[in-house]
Each structure stands twice: as structure tokens, then as C-alpha cells.
């Protein structure tokens, strides 16, 4: 699990637990919120913790790796202060008392980190199963307003968020290679090969445009929605970059059901609409997106069990598409 963080044991987790915390504490000594209490959420890209005021206000404290390019993070910013004015209700950076909006800071023993603050989302985040038909089509809109609001997005020079592409995914193939028997026997994935060869074939055939490639949020799935009044938001941006439209498409109903994923598409398309050969790549794209989530959880000690358990449907998504078979819209049989 390639985070920036230790945490492939469970001394190291509590370790960076305890370093992060630190540093937490450390980091809005730099800010003017006049904080009361402050939650651990999770370690992801970041390790993030709410932070709650004495009036009851809201923040995102995030807590980034020193190994992190800051320019990654302030470029991230920047995109997302760019969606904002044209009016999407997005997470919103606040600065420190510099005025700056990525901030240094370390633990007790000096080790380095560096943070951002950010206004709080609220809404409630729901799991796929409460989901009813029209707030799948709301996020499928959501999204495509996203990609609408994006193409004409200006990047500044010295901005640097990561490309989701050919090179990425060879990267993510060549470690789920290296650390595949965590939880796929060698005969099994036999079949993650002859999936991914024909998805990096395939890829390697798109033609990019403004219309089906920019920046994306490339990590949409349903944990990082939330719904307030029946209306969907996004959250948590750190991992977007540059991509094809699909490719953010294809991230997100990875995990919903397969009649979700057709009321996405419907939503995505009362507000963009999608080109003839669109189910083909995205196809080729949740392929790419099922080895990249393997891949980027491999060395997790932690997912290996739950990893081992959806082993049989992944076996069947693969299986139908190196035969060719549709799969996205229809339930597949699993052995």
C-alpha cells in the first residue's frame, strides 16, 4: 500500500498514528481556527482528522507525507479553487497565519510533514445498497459537471498533479506482478494477464481530447460523495491529475451494482454526452481501474482477507472481458 506512510505492520500504524497526531496538534497552532476538538478519520493519501470549533464550525486537517511533492498539493488547490468559481460547492482551502495554504509542520521529535486546512463538507455518505435510482443518476450528473467545468481549466506553470494513463497503469501492473500471491494464486491470475494485456492494447488506441480528457478526480467512488437534501457532493481530491473522462468514470461504479452503473451513465448524460464507443472503453477502464485498487492494496497485510473474498466476481469480470462478453449492466455468475 503506497501511501507515504508506514503502515504495513501494526507497530508501524500506530507509530505513524502517533506521529501524525503530533503533528496535528502542531499544525493548527499555525491556523486561526479556534479549534475545540479534533477526530481521527483515516490514513489515506493523507492521514485526516476533523477539527471542530467552539461555535461548532467544521475543518478537513490533513496531514500529508514530507515525501509528497508540495507543488502536487498546492496544484491540487489550485484546481480546485478553479472549479469553485465557477460555482461547485467544493471543499475550500483555508489559509494559515502566513496566508499560506499548505503549511510545514512535524512531530514532538522533529519529524517533517506538512498540512492543509479545509472547510468542511457536510452530508451524510451512503452505502451503495441506500441508494435509490435518481441520487445515482445525481452523481453521474455531478460528475459530468465536474469534467464540464474543468475544460476549460488554465493550469498555471508551475503546476504538477500526476497523469492517469498507459504509464501509470504499467506502473500499478508490474506491482500487482510483484505482489499478486498475497491473495491470487498463480493459475488465477493467468487471467489478470491476459485482461490487462488486452486493456493496455486497447489503450493504447485512444485518441485524447478536450472533450474526453482533462483533469479529473480520478477517485469518485461512492466513500468520497456525501448527500445533503438529496444532492451529491465530492470530496477528497488527492488524487486527482490528468485523465480521460472514462477513466473518472469508470473509478466510480466500479463499486456500485451493475443496474447502478446504467443509472450513472443516464445522469452523466443529462449534462454531457457521451461518444458511440463509450461502453467499449469504459470496459477497457474499469479493467484498469480493478488492477490499479489490487495493486495499490497489495502489500496491505490488513485487505488481504477481504482481497481473498472478492476474488471469484473479480474472476468473472475478467473472464468476460477477455471473451468479449458485456459485463458492466449485467450480474455476473460467480463460481
Same mark, same amino acid.
Request: net charge negative; no cysteine.
Given at each position: 500500500m503506497n501511501t507515504g506512510f508506514r503502515i504495513d505492520t501494526e507497530i508501524n500504524r500506530r507509530q505513524t498514528l502517533r506521529q501524525t497526531k503530533q503533528a496535528a496538534l502542531n499544525a493548527l497552532q499555525k491556523y486561526e481556527a479556534d479549534w475545540s476538538s479534533i477526530h481521527f478519520i483515516q490514513v489515506s493519501e493523507h492521514v485526516t482528522f476533523r477539527i471542530v470549533t467552539g461555535e461548532?464550525?467544521?475543518?478537513?486537517?490533513r496531514i500529508h507525507p514530507a515525501s509528497k511533492l508540495r507543488e502536487e498539493t498546492v496544484s491540487e488547490l489550485e484546481w480546485l479553487s478553479a472549479l469553485k468559481s465557477k460555482g461547485l460547492n467544493l471543499p475550500a482551502a483555508v489559509p494559515d497565519r502566513q496566508g499560506d495554504f499548505v503549511t510545514e509542520t512535524a512531530d514532538n521529535d522533529g519529524q517533517r510533514f506538512y498540512s492543509t486546512l479545509l472547510k468542511w463538507i457536510e452530508g451524510e455518505r451512503l452505502e451503495k445498497g441506500a441508494l435509490t435510482e435518481e441520487a445515482v443518476r445525481k452523481m453521474g450528473a455531478m460528475m459530468a459537471k465536474l469534467h464540464e467545468a474543468s475544460s476549460d481549466f488554465n493550469p498555471s506553470s508551475g503546476f504538477a498533479r500526476?497523469?492517469?494513463g498507459s504509464q501509470s497503469f504499467h506502473r500499478d501492473w508490474a506491482h500487482l506482478r510483484q505482489h499478486h500471491r498475497h491473495f #491470487?494464486?498463480?493459475e488465477a491470475f493467468e487471467l489478470y494477464a491476459k485482461a490487462a494485456a488486452k486493456a493496455a492494447d486497447r489503450l493504447g488506441t485512444f485518441t485524447s481530447h478536450e472533450r474526453n480528457f482533462?483533469? #479529473?478526480h480520478a477517485d469518485l467512488h461512492i466513500?468520497? #460523495?456525501v448527500f445533503r437534501d438529496d444532492e451529491p457532493y465530492p470530496i477528497d481530491f488527492g488524487r486527482c491529475g490528468f485523465g480521460y473522462h472514462l477513466y473518472d468514470m469508470a473509478q466510480s461504479i466500479m463499486g456500485l451494482y451493475p443496474s447502478q452503473r446504467a443509472y450513472f451513465i443516464e445522469g452523466y448524460?443529462?449534462?454531457r454526452q457521451m461518444d458511440d464507443e463509450a461502453i467499449p472503453k469504459l470496459e477497457c477502464f474499469f479493467i484498469i481501474a480493478i488492477v490499479e485498487a489490487y495493486s495499490f492494496h497489495a502489500e496491505n497485510p490488513l485487505e488481504t482477507e477481504g482481497l481473498i473474498e472478492e476474488q471469484p466476481y473479480a474472476q468473472a469480470i475478467l473472464s468476460a472481458y477477455v471473451n468479449g462478453t458485456p459485463f458492466l449492466f449485467q450480474p455476473l455468475e460467480v463460481s
Open positions: 461548532g464550525e467544521q475543518f478537513l486537517l500526476p497523469t492517469w #491470487i494464486a498463480d482533462g483533469m #479529473i466513500g468520497n #460523495i448524460e443529462r449534462v
